[in-house]
């Protein structure tokens, strides 16, 4: 029609849609009450992906321009747009380097083997873990390994905090200075406002979903169990 304005991939609406309806359901997690503000920072963290489909244009959205994307090619994009692309199921997300289980097992045992001070890790590491687990596909196909990357993340917090906890006793029975390098954003929110139940939380949803996790895996290990028990009766 006369006047009409050139579309983008899908049309103007669709890509404010997708910048809206990204943020809607990435605010309304509870890493929003959890975190609060540290969350969306993390949010804008560059991930790497890699596009199912190629697009001509870029996307145009308030918080900026992503893309033309390359089927196959890998490309950068914040963490929120990486997110919302992975539920319409229009791309991969590359775990972080640093959330592998080999990794997390390595970043665990530093804590384990330095407990006088915090050793250094990714500044959003909580929120960021946080949305894979929760939002993303990226253990959809591997529930063995999500299960246990669960149980890594949250020995590895549970570590920090025990030295945040000890951090926090010296500071109340001596005025001293608190050596705060290397603490995640998280985890110097909790110190400053002095209050864990952001961190307990956390955890506490880390303990719930693997319990539920292992007992739906169980459930389907019986189940498999007395299938194979019919066939042979059969």
């Known amino acids: 029609s006369e006047g009409a304005r050139p579309s983008l991939p899908g049309g103007v609406a669709a890509a404010m849609s997708f910048c809206t309806g990204a943020t809607l359901r990435c605010n309304t997690k509870d890493t929003a009450l959890l975190l609060g503000d540290d969350k969306f920072v993390a949010l804008e963290e560059e991930v790497s ?14 918080k900026g321009v992503f893309g ?20 319409l199921q229009k791309c991969t997300i590359d775990l972080p380097a640093w959330f592998h289980e080999e990794e997390l097992k390595r ?19 909580i929120e960021v873990a946080f949305a894979f687990l929760d939002q993303s596909k990226a253990f959809v196909d591997e529930p063995k390994k999500k299960r246990r990357t669960t149980v890594l993340l949250r020995e590895l917090i549970e570590e920090r905090r025990n030295k945040i906890i000890a951090g926090l006793k010296q500071f109340d ?20 406002t002095r ?12 303990r719930s979903r693997n319990v539920a996790d292992v007992e739906q895996g169980l459930e389907g290990t019986q189940a498999s ?10």
Do not use: G
């Open 49 to 62: 992906i890699v596009p199912k489909h190629s697009s001509d244009r870029p996307i145009e959205c308030i």
């Open 195 to 206: 209050s864990l139940h952001a961190l307990d939380k956390f955890l506490d949803l880390l």
């Open 68 to 87: 033309p994307f390359r089927a196959n090619i890998p490309a950068k994009v914040p963490l929120w747009a990486a997110l919302e692309m992975d539920r």
């Open 173 to 192: 029975s001596t005025p001293m200075e608190i050596n705060v390098t290397d603490m995640s954003a998280a985890e110097l929110t909790c110190f400053r």
């Open 107 to 125: 970043m665990r045992e530093d804590e384990r083997n330095n407990p006088e001070r915090f050793m250094k890790v990714p500044t959003h590491y």
């Open 225 to 234: 169990q007395n299938e194979d028990s019919s066939t042979r009766m059969l």
